[in-house]
């Protein structure tokens, strides 16, 4: 049974929801330290986040146990904090992850719980609860909830104010949201000004080429394309797509000297991966598949542009070992090229990727 008997619930103690912080009347069965006021919060907290942390709930939201000295109480404290942090970059970039897949509604748990963390962790009034409010507001973008959105980019905006060691990517995000803010408000001015702030303070922080940066060039160019300066969007696309594509690229380079060394040493293959997470990769898919759409619109008159981005899907692809959807891009990139009458070179090019795929195949990884 997982309804809430009042009569079982200690006096004085009031279980809220998990979800919404309305009086609960529902515990998880599972871990029986997660409470919410219906059946609707506690499926939507399980698909979101719940099922993945479920376990890992039970020793945080337990008394700790009895420690026979003051050595075992300060590592049992020690132990807790580290698993308070894990989780809070876990479901951090469980809700990104979301976000990036236009999944608005699954991210709001997720980023609910690195918030609760974080306080736990850091306190009320800590600058590290900032990137957890900017997800509850990009989530709140999604569903349309714009004033809710500007509820909490208002406390991210307060917090840091008062805070004297904000960190330049935290400022990033802060300016990328609420550029985003306005941009749903159609305040295409504002947000250009933030998005520029975004780039700024990311270059600051990781350099004007790294992949954390692009994501400012990226919306920035929306906001062109929006307004039919297409040349400024089409510069800042192109940007942004070179910037993956080197990264990719580079990626690719040093796993494939690592798989060398790896079949020398051992005689088995080296496992290839991006190097990115899981929020990184979604943020990577959706970037450059929206820029492949638009450059979908205009491979008539600009077809190397087209080709450039297929080639840099295909190779996301490869890395992400998912072989059928990066042969699914180098094949439109080669059919492509041919429908174009492109150079015999760029087509040979596009066969070595599809070749890649050929030996993945031939050759395992084991």
């Known amino acids: 049974m997982d309804i809430i008997y009042p009569l079982a619930v200690p006096k004085g103690r009031q279980l809220c929801c998990e979800v919404c912080e309305a009086p609960a009347?529902?515990?998880?069965?599972?871990?029986?330290?997660?409470y919410y006021c219906g059946v609707v919060h506690q499926r939507a907290d399980w698909s979101s986040i719940h099922e993945k942390i479920c376990q890992l709930l039970i020793p945080l939201r337990t008394s700790m146990p009895f420690y026979n000295s003051e050595e075992e109480r300060r590592h049992g404290l020690q132990q807790l904090r580290q698993r308070q942090k894990h989780l809070i970059e876990f479901c951090y970039t469980v809700a990104q992850k979301y976000l990036f897949e236009g999944k608005h509604e699954a991210a709001v748990p997720a980023a609910l719980h690195s918030l609760r963390f974080r306080m736990n962790v850091h306190g009320l009034s800590s600058v590290e609860l900032v990137p957890a409010y900017l997800l509850l507001a990009?989530?709140?973008?999604?569903l349309g909830q714009i004033v809710q959105a500007e509820e909490y980019l208002s406390q991210a905006q307060w917090?840091?104010?008062?805070?004297?060691?904000?960190?330049?990517?935290?400022?990033?995000?802060?300016?990328r949201n609420l550029g985003l803010l306005y941009i749903a408000k159609e305040n295409y001015e504002e947000a250009r000004y933030h998005l520029a702030n975004d780039i700024y303070f990311a270059s600051c922080a990781f350099g004007t080429e790294d992949i954390r940066t692009s994501g400012g060039y990226f919306h920035l160019a929306?906001?062109?394309?929006?307004?039919k300066k297409l040349d400024l969007a089409d510069t800042l696309y192109t940007k942004v797509s070179e910037i993956w594509s080197k990264y990719l690229n580079d990626r690719y380079q040093v796993l494939s000297q690592a798989r060398i060394q790896q079949i020398d040493l051992l005689g088995k293959r080296f496992e290839t991966d991006t190097g990115l997470d899981e929020a990184q990769e979604a943020e990577a898919i959706q970037i450059l598949t929206s820029i492949w759409n638009i450059r979908e619109s205009t491979s008539n008159t600009a077809p190397q542009k087209t080709i450039f981005v297929l080639k840099t899907l295909f190779m996301l692809y490869y890395l992400m070992m998912n072989s059928s959807k990066a042969q699914e891009y180098a094949m439109r990139a080669f059919n492509l090229a041919k429908e174009q009458h492109?150079?015999?070179h760029e087509q040979n090019t596009i066969e070595e990727l599809l070749s890649l795929i050929s030996a993945e195949e031939a050759h395992p990884i084991t």
């Open 25 to 34: 009347e529902r515990v998880c069965t599972s871990c029986t330290v997660t």
């Open 138 to 142: 990009e989530a709140s973008l999604g």
């Open 159 to 175: 917090t840091v104010l008062k805070s004297t060691e904000c960190r330049y990517a935290t400022h990033s995000l802060l300016h």
């Open 222 to 227: 929306n906001i062109f394309h929006g307004l």
């Open 342 to 344: 492109l150079s015999v």
